[in-house]
């Protein structure tokens, strides 16, 4: 097993906001109190810098579209952040006219991915209507793949969407969000191995901190859900991902690290490479900014191709 010394990491999910600048709506009532502030890439740098992560990828918060500049801006100035997901209104004509103008704006080759709070949408068949699959059609023609964010209610409409559309990589976020503080693996187990069983679908080892009890939450109550999602995508299938700062709401930036290491203890050298490195960067097409001692020339198995642009 590689040392966390020598372990170089690309974190594949994080955030940035400054309520200064926009609302996130999404941050209410006592318990989200300690998020509910500024966060930027230079509170991110330092746990980056103490946790052997070289590169990132940064991800929309909010449904507007004056943030995805703002991302891509952020990008432009980073030696930290090699990609950008963000978010473009797929049910709108002239999609792929859209995608193209983010990609001449400063930083817009930083795009690597789309995301919607489908989660959130009033519409629970958002991502299966007509509209939405023309978006997703269009988000996959111009190289860039799709981030889900769902409940696990929501996970066989992600099966449905990405077997009626095997040309887009869908990247499930955080697991689905599985209801880890209750203990329960079904029926979350059973819809994610459904969605796994799609080869044009990858995960996140992401969120998992924030499903679990924020309070007493330990790796073993993370592990069942970890394992599942191993045992169902592989390793060249899952890449990690902090959630950071949400994390923060139940652990620190390094306790996910080392809680994600914990899980992965047990995977091989290669396999914990792609896991922590290699799948981020062939799914989103990040360039090799750093290598760790031997590099990170093995992607490893098959998974979905990365962006074609």
Request: hydrophobic letters at 45%; one cysteine or more; glycine letters at 10%.
């Given at each position: ?121 009033p519409d629970p068949e958002w991502l299966l209507r007509a509209d939405t699959r023309r978006g997703l059609a269009a988000v996959a023609d111009a190289g860039l793949v799709y981030d889900l964010v769902v409940r696990p209610d929501q996970l066989p409409l992600c099966a449905e969407a990405a077997a009626r559309l095997p040309q887009v990589t869908f990247v499930l976020d955080h697991l689905g969000k599985p209801p880890v503080a209750s203990g329960a693996l079904a029926p979350w187990a059973s819809s994610l191995r459904v969605l796994a069983s799609l080869p044009n679908t ?108």
């Open positions: 097993m590689r040392t966390a010394a020598t372990e170089t990491i690309v974190d594949a999910h994080h955030h940035v906001w400054d309520l200064a600048v926009r609302d996130q709506e999404w941050i209410t009532g006592p318990a989200m109190a300690p998020i509910r502030r500024g966060f930027s890439l230079a509170d991110l740098a330092p746990h980056a810098r103490a946790h052997g992560v070289t590169a990132t990828v940064l991800v929309q918060t909010v449904t507007v579209p004056e943030e995805t500049p703002e991302l891509l801006a952020l990008a432009a100035g980073s030696e930290l952040v090699a990609g950008v997901v963000g978010w473009a209104d797929l049910t709108r004509p002239g999609v792929a006219d859209t995608l193209a103008a983010l990609r001449e704006l400063p930083g817009g080759r930083h795009l690597v991915g789309i995301r919607h709070q489908v989660q959130g949408d990858v995960c996140k080892l992401s969120g998992l901190v924030t499903e679990a009890d924020w309070a007493t939450w330990t790796v073993a109550d993370l592990r069942p859900y970890a394992d599942t999602a191993l045992e169902a995508f592989g390793p060249g299938r899952l890449m990690f991902g902090s959630d950071w700062p949400v994390c923060a709401l139940a652990a620190s930036y390094g306790q996910v690290v080392d809680a994600a290491r914990a899980l992965a203890g047990e995977l091989s050298p290669a396999e914990r490479t792609q896991v922590f490195a290699g799948t981020a960067r062939r799914v989103y097409g990040l360039p090799e900014r750093a290598r760790a001692p031997g590099g990170l020339s093995s992607p490893g198995p098959a998974g979905p191709p990365g962006p074609r642009a």
